[in-house]
């Protein structure tokens, strides 16, 4: 996995303009596939994958413990710097990057992901419900002892809708299809952008 702290600052690019590097952005609710979808992309495109939670655990620690120790705005706060990083690295050498599912509750973050190509991975509580039972290590699905994780997750999801909404531009159904032909998905849209707009 690319550091993007070993990478020296140069002149940003956004990665909509022809000749610049391709930047990929994957945003959306927790569970929703990012990870999983982001390197599948990646390997499409050819570029690196970040994913800003391993960037934020590789630098600061579990996020669980950042959650119990800073609470949540100290988190958004270090998950606001990992993607800063990820997109100075990308812009220079291309890449796809994941967001974090509450990247987006950050106006700072919106704008800079509007600036790039984002996609946001709209998906269905009845899709999500087996991950989330499966992975029982999301702080924001396990605080409370008086909601359940996914009644948890479907407000939280209420909440941010529209914050993926305008911050993508595409949105991709990954509720059916298999991660292979969805990440195909994500690549034709953006090689359809990039060609609209005279890029290679």
């Known amino acids: 996995m690319t550091d ?28 929703s596939g990012k990870t999983t979808l982001g390197r ?3 390997r499409h495109l050819g570029v690196p994958f970040i994913d800003t939670d391993a960037q934020v655990v590789a630098h600061h620690g579990p996020i669980a413990d950042i959650f119990a120790e800073s609470g949540e705005a100290g988190f958004r706060r270090l998950e606001s710097e ?27 973050n919106r704008q800079t992901l509007r600036e790039r190509f984002t996609v946001y991975l709209e998906i269905d509580e ?9 992975d029982r290590h999301r702080p924001l699905l396990s605080r409370q002892e008086d909601e359940g994780a996914m009644d948890k997750w479907r407000r939280i999801l209420s909440e941010r809708a529209g914050l993926y909404r305008e911050t993508a531009r595409h ?14 998905r994500i690549v034709d849209a953006y090689r359809r952008f990039r060609s609209s707009r005279g890029g290679n």
């Open 171 to 184: 949105i991709v159904d990954v509720r059916s299809g298999t991660p292979a032909a969805n990440a195909e």
């Open 82 to 108: 990992a993607l800063k990083q990820a997109l100075e690295t990308a812009d220079i050498q291309g890449g796809v990057v994941a967001t974090g599912g509450g990247a987006v509750v950050r106006a700072e």
């Open 126 to 134: 009845e899709t999500v419900a087996p991950r989330i039972e499966r």
């Open 40 to 42: 599948a992309v990646a």
């Open 4 to 31: 993007p702290s070993s990478v020296p600052p140069r002149r940003r690019h956004t990665g909509l303009t022809p000749g610049s590097p391709d930047v990929l952005c994957l945003i959306g609710p927790m569970a």
